[in-house]
């Protein structure tokens, strides 16, 4: 579709709509005028480095993420390598997956890693106690993992276990990975297939430790984290990232009791932020919703930056230079688990909705660059906001893929700073900004904006002034669709998918772009 050309049947039917007629615009919903933004363009600034790790992704122990989704045996029919399904990886692939975090989630403090080496057929079967008491057959474990790392060419992220595990059995798990001289565990390691050790930077001591990882106090946890930490060590030039558990959302005093126990510790302080609405007890479905559910979901991810600031405030207080990265290392959308997979494998469907309100997050993530050093969407395949779904042989790319990809042209490049006047978007007596935008500069000199048009109905105009930006011509991509809930099926895999957008013009040091509504749009001037 040429979304310029979309643009314009809306805009005539706004004029239509004004001449006294009942219009409906041609996606169904009723067409609003053109809503009017400017913007500033700092691109003789740097604001900070967008990490590459804020893309990253989090794959657990739970329902058909890891088993069916990632992982389907080397004897299965569908076709995979080494066990693992290649149509998945290499998707991921295309994504520039940076680091992918293992094995939870609540499942992490409850795994025990030597359960999961060796033989396959002599690893004991276990309960999976958080996730439905499915049986665990272990199949997937650390080789599996670290293979699928080297599968993807990304960085493994490892959640340890502080729940019910040691700090023995930590420091044991380490050692067994990284260690490359002549141990006991580096050399069983060997025997069961690995001679050169793998390179293990991202370590978390715990998850959720004030809920499924404990339901602990920060006080206790804080104690426990140093304790812990203090045995995970750097072998043979592995350098760990000690990742500490932080708060779920807004949790003031788990911040500031386990930053200034444990901020000598850790290298970075974690949190979780999901996006549910209107709360834990009454989600509401993935699809099949009106405006209603659309402003409000999409407005309740715009608290994320409160719990981000909390954290942050906290490690500023105690880490000025900015020593400790602040890692949101679970986040996404978290809807009513499809009737279709009713249980605990939290298999929810994934619409226009969620790659507005990943286009929103990641914008978000952007802004805190200076602190927020990683990200992990949960989770990669067929559980809560993924970027896959699977059924058998079958795989569909969801609407949150394909804002990854569009903006994986962010990762690792030099943010440029933006002043944005956004007009509201208003429902219902509430608002929230409707358009939101983001800037950098890739290593090569190329500037991308990315833009996210939130309102449901209205196009929006934007006027920005470019500040050191040498270009003569801009080109674009965009997302979106004729309906609130549009989304990939099985039988209908590509209905949301990125197409060439027409919409933006560059006159000199001025861009414009005509945004449709319910739009995510990646712009490179050159
Ligand atoms: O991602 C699903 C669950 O959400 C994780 O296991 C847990 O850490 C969080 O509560």
């Not at 060419?153 to 502080?162: D, F, L, S």
């Not at 609407?399 to 944005?420: G, S």
């Not at 006159?507 to 001037?525: F, N, W």
Request: charged fraction near 25%; hydrophobic fraction near 40%; charge should be negative.
């Amino acid at each position: 579709m040429n979304f310029s050309f979309q643009n314009r049947r809306s805009l005539l039917g706004f004029r239509l709509l004004l001449a006294g007629g009942l219009w409906l615009s041609p996606v169904g919903l009723s067409a609003a005028e053109p809503l009017e933004a400017k913007a500033d363009i700092a691109g003789d600034q740097v604001g900070g480095t967008i990490d590459r790790h804020i893309y990253g992704h989090f794959a657990e122990h739970l329902g058909r993420c890891i088993y069916d989704g990632i992982w389907v045996g080397t004897d299965s029919t569908i076709p995979n390598t080494r066990g693992m399904r290649t149509d998945v990886i290499e998707a991921l692939r295309a994504i520039n997956i940076p680091n992918l975090r293992w094995p939870g989630g609540c499942f992490a403090d409850d795994y025990h890693w030597r359960d999961g080496i060796g033989p396959p057929d002599q690893r004991p079967k276990r309960i999976n106690i958080h996730w439905g008491q499915v049986i665990d057959t272990n199949a997937f474990g650390t080789h599996e993992f670290l293979d699928l790392c080297e599968q993807l060419g990304c960085e493994p992220y490892i959640a340890g276990n502080v729940g019910s595990g040691t700090p023995q059995e930590m420091r044991d798990w380490i050692e067994y990975m990284t260690f490359d001289g002549d141990s006991a565990l580096a050399n069983l390691r060997r025997r069961n297939g690995r001679d050169k050790p793998w390179r293990v930077r991202f370590f978390g001591v715990g998850n959720e430790n004030w809920g499924c990882g404990g339901n602990m106090t920060p006080e206790y946890y804080a104690d426990l984290y140093r304790r812990y930490a203090t045995f995970c060590r750097d072998f043979s030039g592995n350098r760990l990232v000690r990742v500490a558990c932080g708060a779920g959302g807004i949790d003031e005093n788990w911040n500031r009791v386990v930053i200034d126990r444990a901020h000598a510790h850790m290298q970075a302080y974690s949190i979780h932020f999901y996006t549910v609405w209107p709360g834990w007890r009454d989600k509401t479905p993935a699809t099949g919703f009106g405006e209603r559910e659309w402003f409000a979901m999409l407005r309740e991810c715009l608290n994320i930056p409160r719990a981000i600031s909390d954290a942050e405030k906290n490690l500023d207080r105690v880490d000025p230079r900015k020593r400790i990265g602040l890692f949101v290392d679970e986040w996404g959308s978290w809807y009513r688990v499809e009737p279709s997979h009713p249980g605990w494998g939290l298999y929810q469907q994934n619409s226009l909705r969620d790659a507005i309100l990943a286009g929103l997050t990641l914008h978000i993530f952007h802004d805190h660059c200076d602190r927020v050093k990683m990200a992990n969407i949960a989770q990669t395949v067929n559980v809560l906001q993924a970027m896959i779904l699977t059924e058998g042989e079958r795989m569909l790319l969801t609407p949150t893929y394909w804002v990854f990809e569009m903006y994986k042209v962010h990762q690792d490049a030099t943010r440029l700073p933006i002043v944005l006047e956004s007009p509201d978007y208003e429902f219902e007596g509430e608002d929230m900004p409707a358009l939101s935008a983001s800037a950098s500069r890739a290593k090569d000199g190329v500037v991308h904006v990315s833009l996210v048009n939130a309102h449901a109905t209205a196009p929006i105009k934007l006027t920005a002034k470019l500040a050191g930006v040498k270009a003569s011509a801009v080109a674009g991509r965009i997302l979106t669709a004729e309906n609130l809930d549009a989304h990939n099926t099985f039988d209908e895999p590509d209905r949301v998918k990125p197409t060439e957008f027409t919409g933006a013009t560059l006159d000199g040091d001025t861009l414009t772009a005509e945004v449709p509504p319910r739009a995510v749009v990646m712009l490179r001037l050159q």
